[in-house]
């Protein structure tokens, strides 16, 4: 477990980002919120730390934008969990967004320059 | 906000599923089972703390933010006090307007009887052939005996009071007494307040008089003492126990009218006729409560077949082939009163209506004009992210805080002018009706509020938030932002406004010019300097009332009063007092005419009157009693009954059988003039001398005097004592105020209808001088430059006028074609004018252009003032 770090090493997610990153995940099928801090987590290689406390108020957030809708439904080891997945308001949020943040990371990184050593 | 929500067990249960789904993977990862719950539940974090995120997300939210909304609106509001005033203000006028009438039209009009299941009472309305006809008691006694679909038949029926008195006082005020049917309070629906109510008992005519009383006679006679319950009360010599007090809000089943108590119907032969409760007295108006298990068509059936069994216990009329009855609803009592009044009071609500809606157009354009000085902090809040809807909602807010002020202030308004305006309504009525606020009033102002706020709030908020960001908040100070749209509103609003105002000042001057032709309308006789009297019996002897020997004493006596230029008695009413005659029928040997009134009046009462004759003779004091009888006929009479033949020397016999008893000459032609109510039609009217027929009434007396004819009651009354010491003056007053009298409710809706209408031209005025001032104001620039280009001061004038008048006369077109569309509701109030009158029409017409003129005139002089220099420096 190499890649396991500790609480404290991992970044808090930017206000904002874990809107971004919850629509992200859910591009590839629906998901539970469990589901989708795990997989936060994972893909950003355990850099990332989602605070299952704000994760919850945000998929409320994004329902009630619609960009996604909820169904109550059962997980792979067959527990009942509440299962959010994409509309196609969420795709073009999703979309734009990857677009902004893309914009927003490279310019940021203009700023900060080349990487030191 | 308004979806559906979503529950927070299901909230909780989701964390719940989280965190066993985090126990799973964490044991599955290699954690000790016991560990890994505890670890799962703390890598959550706090479950408190989403809880309540969710909670604020869910439900609080949308409350938070109404809550804020207010805030900042009041806030807003107080920033700009003479805004929220003018706005206030305006609004309470036109809700406490509406409100105050809409209460007079509920109480008079609207209300059901506060009874139990109001809508289960229905009146039983028999007929003969087409003829409506009442009831005789041992009829409805044998109809209520027989039937098996209703839950009962009762009945109730003013009594006439001859001498009162409580234990062994004479009451405050005179008294209204009523007679009822044992089972009437049970089958009405209603409850006694103390003691008890009558039972079927109580049609025994064996039993001791009782009486129960109304809350309102109670407090006044006995300061609501419960010890009034088993007092005495003298009535026509009998005397009756109080045995209960009906409670408030109940006062008969006719509503208006006073009712102070009620008697056993046992008791009619005491204290009317012998022969009140036989079948030869056709005198009363039952009602039934129909049975929840019935249905209505069923009940009527079985009623209607035992009218038509029951025929002998009722007068057989001749002629009579089919006895039909019908069940009539009866939820809101019976009576005339209010079908009398409902139209008028609906015409008056239609009015205030228009006009709070013309006040919100005005309230609009205020909120345009103010959201253009708000569009900097309105782009500003764009900008930052505030989403349209939640702005729009804000200032929505806005409007719903000033219209629910204005609405408390209204219901304020309405509080203190309802009760003067029902004082207005029911002049020289008779009526006991008691105002309330109820939750109807407050509903109805509640609702008015909400939906004046949508119609004056809507639009604005939606054309303030159109706006771009960029300019908005580039531009300082003034900005141009969504001033097409702006305008565009603007002139909609005004547009409406003058509409509005130009279908209410059209009907305005309608009703007026209505009331004018009916007051000065040609009556047929001269009503000016004539006293009218009606003459009362003190109760000891009905009979000099009616007898003609007396009329004809009296007749002599008054003629004799110097002074009297000409005195006459008459046996009914006249010019809508009590003035209503039965039509008659009259029989020539060849046919019968129907629809004719038959008037007995003494000699010189034509003369009093001044109708001139127009042939042939009037009546004179060579008619005598045994002599030949006469009549004189008016033109429409003639007309009608002897088509072009000449009617003088020709015979008709009263009723419908010739040759009969009653045959009369006709010596004379008369000119047609108003006998009954200054609004009915001339009909077919025949006098005959007073002393040839036995008269209904009590008699009246008509003066013609040579001074002020006020002076002569003194000397009338002495006069009168002379011959008849029995009889004394009651009503006294001048003809011309008969006629005043009579057309008092097209009064009150002509005075009404002007100040509204008046008000609305006001408003609307105000309304277009703002618009015009405020886009003349935007234009400042480019009037300054055109000024620089060479622009004459005269056509600077004339661009801002015409454009004022352009919308005008948009305005006055959308008027008119409301007009056309509203000018059904008012003909049916209007006399001797259709609703469409042109030259109405072309006045109000030209009170608008001029309206326009005036309002377009100062910001087309102050345009036209501007200096270029300012102008171009200006932005």
Sequence with gaps: MSTQKTEQEKIALLQGTLDLLILRILIFGPEHGQGVARAIEEQSEGELLVDHGSLYPALQRLEERRWIEAEWGTSENNRKARFYKLTRKGKKQLLDETAKWRRTAAAIGRILGPEEG | MWRRKRSDIDFEEEIRAHIDLETDRLINDGVNPEEARAL??????????????FYESRRALWFEHLIQDVRYAVRTLFRTPAFAIVAIVTLALGIGASTAIFQVLDTVVLKPLPVRDPQRLVELQGYHNANPNGFSYPLLREMAARQTTVEGIFTSASANIREFSIAGRAPAEPVAAWLATGNYFRLIGTEAQLGRFFTEADDDTSMPAVAVISDGFWRREFGGQPDAVGQSMR?????????GVTRPEFSGDRVGTPVDFWLPISFAGQLYHPSSLTASSIWLQPMARLRSDVPLDQAQAELSLLWDQLKDFSIRFRGVTQYRLELLPAYQGLGTLRSQFSRSLWLLMGIVTLLTLLASCNLANLLLVRASARAREIGMRLAIGARRGRLIRQLLTESLVLSLFGGVLGLMLAAVTSNPLMKLVSVGENWRLSLHVDWRILGFTASLSLAVAFIFGLIPALVATRVSLNTALQAHGHSHTGTRSRSRAAKLFVVSQVALSFVLMT??????????????????????????VELEGDGTNFRVLLDTEVRQAIYRRINEIPGVVSGAVIGVGILGRWSSVGESSVALPERVVPGVKIVPVSPRYLETMDIPVLRGRSITEDDRRNGTRVAVINQSAARLIFGSDDPIGRTFASGTVFPSNF???????MKDHRFGSPREPFGPLVYVPVVQMPAGGPPRLVLRTSTDPMQFVQPLQQGIREVAPSLKIGHVSLVRDLVRNAARQERLLAWLSGAFGALAVLLASIGLYGVVAYSTQRRTQEIGIRLTLGARIGQIRRSVLQDTLSTVIIGVVAGLAATVIMSRYVQSVLFELTANDPLTIAATSCLMLVVGIFAGYLPARRASRVDPVVALRYE
């Design chain 2, 40 to 53: 799962a539940v703390r890598r959550f974090g706090n479950v408190g703390k989403a809880r309540e995120t």
């Design chain 2, 507 to 532: 009907g305005a001057l309608l009703l007026v010019r209505s009331f004018w032709n009916l007051t000065h309308q040609d009556f047929g006789l001269k009503p000016e300097g004539v006293l009218f």
């Design chain 2, 235 to 243: 009535i026509n010599g009998i005397a009756a126990t109080i045995v």
């Design chain 2, 663 to 669: 045959m009369f000459e006709v010596v004379g032609v």
